[in-house]
């Protein structure tokens, strides 16, 4: 079978089937505004908030072929060795870590620089820190052909072939008008510019993980987020053929619209998931708000509390040393709380070595099922 070719000329699409499109619209746009409803309510949402940004990066990164889960990479940033790619899981658990690390530059970048070329290459060179990424252009668009299809094969067994290097520069140009362009509903137009950037494959890699790390940073620019808290990878990792079937259809077959009918049903899917599990790690919140006053009786208690939420794994080194709470306080505190059952040793202390704990029930909140 000959490798499908980018659609040149083809983007934006002259048209859409928007009777097929319009029953899904009105959902997807109410299913964002429900879940952006929710954000409101949950004070300091960007701590609280934080493993589930931890768990989009693993499945984000799970769907280019990383093997890490969301323990193993909080495991290892607590161990504080963020920079070991000494063996093939580590060099996964950097890989997440990179893609955590560019979401939170990015969306700190928005305040100052719109959704842009510019801030999409500095994004990358976040994204491709490390050996992995070392000789992959970090921040440069590629000059040379890329392909996607089975590991090692050749241009001619390839499932597709992107833009060419060549014409990039004025393919990502077009992009880039197009996403502050007006549109009938941001939603298409996210779906469409999000499928684009896939075909046009501008970098050497990292650009599925690129492409979907767009997806909270328009919602948040438009003004449909108030924070690029939007984790979508869940649902296209579950659907992976699907997602790549689509996007093929793109190039293929023109099916521009069949794309956008599976995008706002992502969108429908994941914002009903993520408005629970955030309402999940609200309510563990409440609870545990006056439970830990209570059992530590300590003025530090909250503060101790989000901190927790903040790290859901570490070593009780970096709490003391990190809480801003005083020694004697923040140990007794420690003790408290695991002794009481909210924190889990994972690895008990042993000559300098710190103990690891972790909060078991926002771990298994982020996850989705029960893991620890």
């Known amino acids: 079978m000959s490798p499908v070719n980018y659609h040149r000329g083809g983007f934006p699409p002259a048209e859409l089937n928007w009777s097929r499109l319009i029953p899904l619209i009105g959902p997807a746009n109410a299913a964002i505004a429900r879940y952006e409803g929710v954000l409101h309510g949950i004070p300091n949402a960007n701590v609280l908030l934080s493993p589930l940004t931890a768990q989009e990066a693993v499945l984000s990164s799970r769907i280019e072929g990383t093997q890490a889960t969301l323990g193993e990479v909080l495991e290892f940033e607590a161990e504080g060795a963020d920079e070991d790619e000494s063996t093939p899981k580590k060099a996964d658990i950097r890989e997440v870590l990179n893609y955590r690390a560019a979401l939170q530059e990015a969306a700190a970048r928005l305040a100052d620089l719109p959704l ?66 007006e549109a009938p509903d941001r939603l298409v137009q996210l779906a469409l510019a999000h499928a684009e950037f896939e075909a046009l494959h501008p970098f050497l890699d990292g650009n599925g993980r690129l492409g979907r790390l767009i997806v909270p940073l328009f919602l948040c620019e438009k003004g449909l987020l108030s924070a690029p808290n939007f984790y979508l990878s869940e649902y296209l990792e579950q659907h992976r053929d699907s997602y790549y079937e689509h996007l093929l259809a793109v190039s293929r077959d023109g099916e521009w619209s069949g794309w956008v009918a599976f995008f706002l049903r992502a969108l429908i899917a994941q914002a009903e ?98 893991v620890l």
């Open 116 to 181: 842009s070329q510019r801030l999409l290459k500095d994004t990358h060179q976040v994204l491709m820190q490390g050996v992995r990424g070392r000789h992959k252009s970090p921040g440069e668009y590629r000059k040379v052909p890329n392909w996607i299809g089975p590991h090692g094969c050749t241009i001619e067994e390839a499932r597709f072939i992107p833009c060419p290097a060549n014409d990039l520069p004025e393919a990502m140009a077009t992009w880039e008008r197009y996403l502050h362009d």
């Open 273 to 370: 998931t993520n408005q629970s599990r955030a309402l999940q790690i609200l309510e563990l919140y409440n609870q545990h708000k006056d439970w830990i006053v209570k059992q530590t009786h300590s003025q530090y208690a909250i503060r101790a509390l989000d901190w927790f939420f903040s790290r859901p794994i570490f070593k009780t080194s970096d709490f003391v040393a990190t809480s801003g709470i005083p020694k004697p306080t923040a140990n007794r505190i420690l003790r408290e709380v695991r002794d009481a059952g909210l924190l889990l040793e994972l690895r008990p202390s042993g000559g300098r070595r710190a103990a690891v704990l972790a909060f078991s029930g926002l771990i298994n909140i982020a996850e989705g099922n029960r």
